[in-house]
Antibody
Framework: EVQLVESGGGLVQPGGSLRLSCAAS????????MGWVRQAPGKGLEWVAN????????YSVDSVKGRFTISRDNAKNSLYLQMNSLRAEDTAIYYC???????????WGQGTLVTVSS | DIQMTQSPSSLSASVGDRVTITCRAS??????LAWFQQRPGKAPKSLIY???SLQSGVPSKFSGSGSGTDFTLTISSLQPEDFATYYC?????????FGQGTKLEIK
């Protein structure tokens, strides 16, 4: 069974940093594209970033470019999102998801809440 | 960026009804279209990929169709657990984009 478990969320002040983690199990993590999707309170889904199997390809939405960095450690079956220069508008639940390419995002974690507030 | 527009934004229906949600892309996306269901307080769940293929374990009451710019999600014989919010998403090019969601409510 595929499991994705996010952690690292919390309350942070504007301008601060946070690192989210996603522990993966139940599939061959090193062969999978992975991504982060967020959802602001009461709002819709927004794709944040994707990374390929060996970390050599990364894509992100314009609103986080230069501030957020997606990375992975295949030895630890873990996905990360380093978030710097956080803004109030980054407040959201952050989900990690497996991107199977032609099958899309097929499995999602339960999410971790990031709140940016003073 | 490719804009995804869903309609309607909300929909009221009764148990046993059949409903259809539409999703339009601002440019052609072939069949790189997915549908997700999200119940309150839960993570999104993948229903359909490739515009019309069911994810493993998803009941056949869900069906998708379309190609290019116009897509539909149809849910037949609505049950209480189907009342949720549904999102479409294109994955033909970055940035991936989602529709704004359709909230399906019990009438």
């Amino acid at each position: 069974e595929v499991q994705l478990v996010e952690s690292g969320g919390g309350l942070v002040q504007p301008g601060g940093s946070l690192r989210l983690s996603c522990a993966a199990s139940g599939f061959t993590f090193s062969r999978s594209w992975m991504g982060w999707v967020r959802q602001a309170p009461g709002k819709g889904l927004e794709w944040v970033a994707n990374i390929n199997q060996d970390g050599s390809e990364k894509y992100s939405v314009d609103s986080v470019k230069g501030r957020f960095t997606i990375s992975r450690d295949n030895a630890k079956n873990s996905l990360y999102l380093q978030m710097n220069s956080l803004r109030a508008e980054d407040t959201a639940i952050y989900y990690c998801a497996r991107d199977t390419g032609s099958y899309g995002f097929d499995d999602w974690g339960q999410g971790t809440l990031v709140t940016v507030s003073s | 960026d490719i804009q995804m527009t869903q309609s309607p934004s909300s929909l009221s229906a009764s148990v046993g009804d059949r409903v259809t949600i539409t999703c339009r892309a601002s440019q052609g996306i072939s069949n790189h279209l997915a549908w997700f269901q999200q119940r309150p307080g839960k993570a999104p769940k993948s229903l359909i990929y490739g515009a019309s293929s069911l994810q493993s374990g998803v009941p056949s009451k869900f069906s998708g169709s379309g190609s290019g710019t116009d897509f539909t999600l149809t849910i037949s014989s609505l049950q209480p657990e189907d009342f949720a919010t549904y999102y479409c998403q294109q994955y033909t090019s970055y940035p991936y984009t989602f529709g704004q969601g359709t909230k399906l409510e019990i009438k």
